[in-house]
């Protein structure tokens, strides 16, 4: 990979359902050799076990990989930041990274960044990608939404946030959640105009 290809990313995981999507963009991530920061919040530490069986207390990310879906090459470097380091080099502008992803995204965090309330790592960390200008891409889940939910996505959308709602897609014809998943992760890098190769590209009648 062109140095100009790699990209420095921070991911961070809360406490929505859909642990999976987070599992599969890592996995992507990491094989197509982007680097990335992740911050995993409690709740979403719990979610991970309860969806994934991935205690990152006691599994490294790498090896529980590699048993779940087979030995792979990943040239990307992975950090792991505490959610409450709110001295973590990605608390700070100063620190460039290109883009940051919170997937799958609660309503909570959602509602933290929206208010600009910086109480966690994964709040300061969005935050500070708004004000440096930098793409924020939210994979927010929760059904149905309330008018709250509703207002705070469209507060940070004005704010420059993009919305990838977490809503898979049937027409690609899934055959695993992981399918499903994919077509989420690959929107997510559609928008982050990263390359992949996770789900075929639509075929137009045209
Ligand atoms: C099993 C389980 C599933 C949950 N699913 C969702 C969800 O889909 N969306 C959501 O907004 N919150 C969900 N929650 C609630 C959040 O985990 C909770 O609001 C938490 O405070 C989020 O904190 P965090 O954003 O810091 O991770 C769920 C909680 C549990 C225990």
Redesign the pocket.
Known sequence: MSVESKKRLIVAV????GALYAVRLLKAGLESGHDIDLVV????K??LI?ECDLNLKTAEFGAWLDERYGPAKRTGKLTLHREQDLDASIASGSQRRHAMIVIPC????LAGIAAGFAA?L?ERAADVTLKERRPLVLVP??TPLNLIHLENLMRVARAGATIVPAMPGFYQKPQSMEDLADFIVGRVFSVLDIPHQLFPAWKSSD
């Open positions: 809360t406490g929505a359902s919040s409690d709740y979403g719990r979610l309860e609660s309503m909570k965090t966690n994964v889940r929760e």
